[in-house]
């Protein structure tokens, strides 16, 4: 079972430093690590996944900025520290630049302070490694609603070609009825005109267009009780229209008792030749022809 413990690297030249770390950090549940070289320090990172490294500033072969620079180059997640006995300031500061340390440790060390700073530098180890999840996360999710965004635009487009083929399609059957030799006349289970076509005209009593008026206003009264039976019932009902001759009313019922369709058809010659008129005045009128 692999060790989930924070761990500690202490790299120091010096045995009796490396001795006195370890029993320091004895009691604590930290999995602490040594070596004595740069070189040796840099295995260490091979096999094992170090969050923290103390490394001694002076070093022979490869003193601890060169060493820290490598380990910042290859392990950039690792919070990094340097330990000296040395107060030379202009290397502290070239040390802290170069090998971009978090914390500078002078010796001889206070264990108190020494333990308190390792414990806040591994709560920052775990505020940059959950800095980093929190990111890699939001990048998904972005990622995500960017794809959902697009999927939407391309659904609203799709939804808008279709919408404007339909309303093309609407217009088109419209015209189409319109210019039946047979009256077409809708009305909603709320007894409210909203389709009428031309020929329609010639069979009810109206000067106008007349939608969205109640169909009692146009409409006779014995017809309009059959048209609204007819949605009551669901199915196909025939008639004649009351006072006049030789025309038929066939009333069909739409689904879900929304309203009715009321078709007239006359074989007169009378009605015949007035419903030519009434069509290619209606037709010559159009602003497109239509």
Known sequence: MADTRQTLLIVDDE???????????????????????????LEMFKKHLIHLVISDFRMPEMDGVEFLTKVKKEYPDTIRMILSGYADVAAVVGAINDGHVYKFIAKPWNDQELLTTIMRSFEQYDLQR????????????????????????????????????????????????????????????????????????????TKGCS??????????????????????????LHTTLPKEEGVDV???????????????????SKRKSDLRVRLQEATVGSPNGE
């Open 15 to 41: 045995p009796n430093v490396l001795k006195s770390l370890r029993r320091l950090f004895f009691d604590t549940d930290y999995r602490v690590l040594t070596a004595e070289s740069g070189a040796e320090g």
């Open 130 to 205: 959950e800095n980093i999840r929190l990111y890699t996360e939001l990048q998904s999710r972005n990622k995500d609603l960017e794809e959902l965004t697009r999927s939407l635009e391309d659904k609203v487009a799709e939804r808008t070609r279709d919408l404007k083929m339909k309303n093309r399609a609407l217009r088109i059957a419209q015209n189409i009825l319109n210019l039946l030799p047979v009256g077409v006349i809708g009305i909603d289970a709320e007894e409210m005109v909203v389709y009428m076509n031309e020929a329609a005209k010639s069979y009810v009593n």
């Open 211 to 236: 939608l969205g008026e109640s169909a009692r206003e146009i409409i006779d009264h014995e017809l309009l009780r059959t048209m609204m039976k007819a949605i009551e019932q669901q199915q196909i």
């Open 250 to 268: 066939v009333c069909t019922p739409l689904p879900g008792k929304a309203g009715v369709i009321g078709l007239f058809s006359s074989l007169t």
